[in-house]
């Protein structure tokens, strides 16, 4: 395999590797446009290549892609440049042992400099726009399958998600009124067990019931 | 410097010692690719509300101290197995072993259903309910809280509005009170930018596979330095076992509900409104102030989920006059269910409570 440069140290013609996939990686997120909407390109008619789609897109990333090319240029800068210093204090790959122990070095300066990039409020904003698009793209998709999807199950006498998820709140529902009936008598047997033990005092209500709990045991 | 016959002995020493490697990574996960049992401890289940159970690990005869020691894990994220993980190696177990009645309150497998769960429910409901059947199981008129991350969190919020309850004493271990110290989440969770409405909207709760993702984004190099130190240590006796436990548990991520993840994300990591004071739940202020109980508060030092000065607040907080923060060595899990823990926290919270049961 030939490389760029005359250098020999392993460690540096990994950090070239390193160099020259993030430039290909940021290029090509560069040329990210996030995911289409639905229905944006009619069948056989999607405009490939990188960018092809930006600028017709509205859902193109509102955040600049410079930003994030910034971004993980920054993170593998750093990386280096702690993974450089680790390997200067390191005994050398001698044995295998040190071979390990560099390794473990390298990781721990890897998940330092992520620490670092992940924690910046730029990467915050990224993730947001990213999950933020994803989102609606994902809604729009769901608007407009689920009522064929309802209707393929409505045809074979199926019940459809929102069905079922209407049906686990009533049974909900009636769970937590039992739950509150099951508690009123409680009490009731338990004041009458009281009240048969000593006529003259009365039962002790739960310690650990709230005002509110009380309240909400009252039948509505 | 040293010479080439060393050179070449510690070659050939390395070499046989990678090979006696080699051959138990596939004894231990082609030949025998089981995973141990996991969660032996034996418990009864002793109330059940819906998806949520309280277990009892244990009885009145074992138990040597009179007071119930209720355990309340987080909600959502992951299952709470990880207290029981290994014989040996589990919370749980310990703290029976030695006398304690323990109860684990298990809010179940969180589901899209489950969306309108949030921080009313678990304070007014469950928690008071899960307290009243342990003390009931027990014949006791008191009970040791026990809350572990954001069960810590919630059950802070029961103390406060409920300063008069059954709870002698509390333990809030890596329970994040102050979550402007939140770490990594509270910069991701930044309101300006994490979408939590339309993540809600969507899927009625923050979802296991988002879930699962956050939490691996938080440390990426996280199962890279495990598999490396799996190497290095797979002919220790028990190893193994444990990291195909832990590796098992830490990939079994359950969702959040709806309502419980837009009052964390907005009120706690955005707002810190806990903390601040200006937290309400039906109408009612949670004045941390008002808690008066004996408390111990753990945190560990290399927690990235929950820093240490993100628990360390609830020290400040309370107003508790026998009250004591231990800043252990570990991380956010391995504190509580590390291989150290059996000589660090167990000890601590064991020497603790039961000076504090009789």
């Known amino acids: ?220 | 410097m040293v010479s080439s016959a060393e050179f070449m002995s510690q070659v050939q020493q390395d070499a046989l010692k990678s090979m006696q490697r080699a051959q138990a990574m596939v004894d231990s996960f082609v030949t025998n690719p089981a995973d141990p049992p996991i969660g032996v401890t034996p418990y009864e289940v002793i109330w059940k509300r819906g998806k949520t159970r309280l277990l009892r690990y244990g009885s009145a005869e074992t138990a040597r101290y009179p007071l119930p020691y209720l355990i309340v894990p987080w909600l959502g994220i992951s299952r709470p197995y990880v207290l029981d993980l290994l014989p040996g190696n589990s919370m749980i177990e310990y703290l029976a072993q030695h006398g304690h009645d323990v109860y684990l309150l298990d809010w179940g497998e969180i589901a899209e259903e489950d969306k309108d769960l949030g921080f009313e429910e678990a304070v007014f409901k469950i928690l008071p309910r899960a307290i009243d059947r342990a003390m009931e199981a027990s014949g006791a008129q008191e009970i040791t809280l026990n809350g572990l991350c954001l069960g810590g969190t919630l059950s802070a919020c029961y103390l406060a509005l409920n300063p008069d309850g059954p709870v002698r004493n509390f333990v809030a271990v890596v329970a994040p009170i102050n979550f402007d110290e939140g770490g990594m989440f509270r910069v991701w969770l930044d309101e300006k930018y994490f979408p939590a409405d339309l993540i809600v909207q969507r899927y009625g709760g923050l979802p296991a596979s988002l879930m699962g993702a956050g939490f691996k984004m938080l440390r990426p190099t996280l199962e890279a330095q495990a598999l490396s130190a799996l190497w290095a240590n797979v002919d220790r006796p028990g190893y193994v076992d444990s990291f195909k436990a832990m590796s098992k548990w830490a990939n079994d991520f359950i969702g959040m509900p709806g309502r419980f993840f837009g009052q964390l994300s907005r009120e706690m990591y955005g707002q810190n409104r806990l903390l601040s004071g200006e937290f309400t739940l039906n109408g009612r202020t949670v004045d941390l102030k008002r808690i008066a109980q004996p408390l111990l508060v753990a945190a560990a030092s290399q927690d990235y989920i929950v820093p240490a000065p993100a628990a360390r607040s609830l020290i400040d907080a309370v107003s508790s006059a026998d009250k004591e923060f231990v800043e252990l060595p570990g991380g956010h899990i391995s504190v509580f269910s590390g291989r150290q823990a059996h000589q660090t926290l167990w000890p601590k919270i064991d020497e603790w409570v039961s000076a504090r049961s009789a």
Do not use: C
């Not at chain 1, 090319?69 to 750093?78: E, M, R, S, V």
């Not at chain 1, 698009?133 to 409505?154: G, S, Y």
């Not at chain 1, 998600?161 to 099951?182: M, N």
């Open chain 1, 1 to 220: 395999m030939t490389t760029s440069g005359s250098t020999t140290n392993p460690f540096e013609l990994w950090q070239e590797m390193l160099r020259k996939s993030s430039e290909a990686w940021s290029q090509t997120a560069a040329g990210f446009a996030g995911p289409p909407p639905f229905g944006a390109y009619p069948f056989g008619s999607f405009p490939f290549g990188a960018g092809a789609g930006v600028g017709a897109n509205p859902f193109a990333p509102p955040f600049a892609a410079a930003d994030m090319q910034q971004t993980w240029q920054a993170f593998f800068n750093a990386w280096s440049e702690q993974t450089g210093k680790a390997m200067s204090d390191a005994p050398g790959p001698q044995t295998m042992q040190d071979a390990q122990r560099q390794w473990t070095q390298q990781l721990e300066a890897m998940a330092a400099t992520f620490a670092e990039t992940m924690s910046t409020e730029d990467f915050s904003r990224m993730l947001g726009k990213y999950l933020e698009q994803t989102l609606v793209w994902q809604e729009r998709m769901a608007q407009q399958a689920n009522p064929q999807i309802d209707a393929a199950l409505r045809a074979y006498n199926l019940p459809s998600r929102s069905q079922i998820d209407r049906l686990f709140g009533r049974i909900i529902g009636i769970e937590e009124r039992l739950e509150d009936l099951e508690d009123e008598l409680r009490k009731v047997r338990t004041e009458l067990a009281s009240a048969r033990r000593t006529p003259a005092t009365r039962a002790r209500t739960p310690r650990s019931a709230s005002p509110e709990t009380a309240g909400e045991n009252d039948p509505a």
